[in-house]
């Protein structure tokens, strides 16, 4: 009778489940019934999480569990205050930022055995009462260095506070936090979507060398680029690889 009671409940649970991944997958693009192996280790998914929720302290790396590595950002982070129509105007901006690599944006959590960047969108900045600042500035947003997208998996944060203002600028630092968790240091033109601080120019990811400020992970662009120069452009090509639209 047992056994029976965990049969009747697989065939209860196994048709939400599959419901779950097919509304992702349709989410990202990705028509269903082409299975995981077009996700592959070179797509670089991003679930952005406009509900809040609470994080946990804890190896990088584990966004599945609301894990985060970043010091002082464990704790209840409120969901960010928009409608439905400026969270599908954020996700259509950033999808057009990204359409020469292979990257899906999502506002549905993907299923559990997915690879997946986790990006926390809340109007906090303090966590305990402790402020994220760098170089005298309250940050728009903070991201641990995944040097190559070697984890595949990650948590990082996007503040809105007065840095965030609009659909551009939202799209814009979630960009610059995800770059981050590919390994991407902050750069000298401001017209480079890496740029430290927020500008009234649009940024977009170049395909020239720019002169890198700092130097987080080994580069790739010494193949294109001398020696203190990176080309984003080419370097996200090798590293999530090139949209397959």
Known sequence: ?????????????????????????????????????VLGSHRLLVYLNFNGGELFDGDCGNPQKNISCINHTEGDFAPHDSDDEYRSDVVELLRS???????????????????YVMIVISPQQSFNDYIMVKDG??????A????????????????????????????????????????????????????GLRTK???????????????????????????GFINHHRELLQIVGPSYQ
């Open 1 to 37: 009778m047992k056994f029976l009671s965990y049969i009747l409940l697989a065939l209860i649970f196994l048709p939400a489940c599959l419901e779950t991944d097919d509304a992702f997958i349709h989410d990202v693009g990705i028509s269903s019934g082409v299975g995981d192996e």
């Open 97 to 115: 930022l990204w359409i020469d690599y292979d990257v899906a944006f999502t506002r549905l959590r993907p299923p559990a055995h997915y690879d």
């Open 137 to 142: 500035y309250v940050v728009g947003g903070v």
């Open 144 to 195: 641990p260095l995944d040097c190559h997208n070697k984890r595949l998996s990650d948590t990082a944060h996007v503040f809105t506070g007065k840095k965030v203002r609009n659909v551009l600028d939202m799209a814009e630092v979630i960009s610059h936090e995800t770059g981050h968790t590919l390994g991407l240091g902050h750069v000298t033109d401001q017209e480079s979507m890496m740029y």
């Open 201 to 227: 120019q649009d940024r977009e990811w170049k395909d020239i060398c720019v002169i890198e400020i700092e130097y987080p992970c080994a580069s790739l662009s010494p193949i294109w680029c001398p020696p």
